[in-house]
T-cell receptor, first 112, second 117 residues
Framework: AQSVAQPEDQVNVAEGNPLTVKCTYS??????LFWYVQYPNRGLQFLLK??????LVKGSYGFEAEFNKSQTSFHLKKPSALVSDSALYFC??????????FGKGTRLHILP | DTGVSQNPRHKITKRGQNVTFRCDPI?????LYWYRQTLGQGPEFLTY????????KSRLLSDRFSAERPKGSFSTLEIQRTEQGDSAMYLC???????????????FGPGTRLTVT
């Protein structure tokens, strides 16, 4: 079955430190990959996507993600975390049939 | 561009009642998606439309669920004979598309929280 895994329910990072939120997927073919963020009492917001080309994609708020085809991963990264980055992050995959698959989400806590 | 809107934001209903939710997508978007999200989970795909055509439905979408997008603009999701297991956040999203399919990001509404008592 096609799936998306976010192995960490929660990630804690000190402000100013680099952060990584992990995502791996299991789909056939060449999927489109996305990251979304959800702030409390707000809808999901698009951060970035990988369609094709350069494996490192840059997105909103200084976030970037690295696509690794051999490891079927699409980890979200940021060089220096801000307290305001604290939120719920979702990895999503379009396996080609447009029935988007979301991970369970990872709660990111940035500690001041 | 006022974003994706959903109404109502909250709905409390008794088991066995019918409910209907509305989604107004971003006007120039021809794709519209419905998802269900329960606590501690990511959104689960239910169905999507391209213009007025319903292209895909998840197996999660039982016969009690029906969705329409009659003029290719707003969409409604109806749940008949609600059950307690239907309690969830129902999310709507819209996006552009092209002949290559779903490479475009989705813009989500704030959701409708359904509580079935």
């Amino acid at each position: 079955a096609q799936s998306v895994a976010q192995p960490e329910d929660q990630v804690n990072v000190a402000e100013g430190n680099p952060l990584t939120v992990k995502c791996t997927y299991s789909v056939s073919g060449n999927p489109y990959l996305f990251w979304y963020v959800q702030y409390p009492n707000r809808g999901l917001q698009f951060l970035l996507k990988y369609i094709t080309g350069d494996n490192l994609v840059k997105g909103s708020y200084g976030f970037e993600a690295e696509f690794n085809k051999s490891q079927t991963s699409f980890h979200l990264k940021k060089p220096s975390a801000l307290v305001s980055d604290s939120a719920l992050y979702f990895c999503a995959v379009n396996p080609g049939d447009d029935k988007i698959i979301f991970g369970k989400g990872t709660r990111l806590h940035i500690l001041p | 561009d006022t974003g994706v809107s959903q109404n109502p934001r909250h709905k409390i209903t008794k088991r066995g009642q019918n409910v209907t939710f509305r989604c107004d997508p971003i006007s120039e978007h021809n794709r519209l998606y419905w998802y269900r999200q329960t606590l501690g989970q990511g959104p689960e795909f239910l169905t999507y439309f391209q213009n007025e055509a319903q292209l895909e439905k998840s197996r999660l979408l039982s016969d009690r669920f029906s969705a329409e997008r009659p003029k290719g603009s707003f969409s409604t999701l109806e749940i008949q004979r609600t059950e307690q297991g239907d309690s969830a956040m129902y999310l709507c999203a819209s996006s552009s598309t092209d002949r290559t399919g779903g490479r475009y990001e989705q813009y989500f509404g704030p959701g409708t929280r359904l509580t079935v008592t």
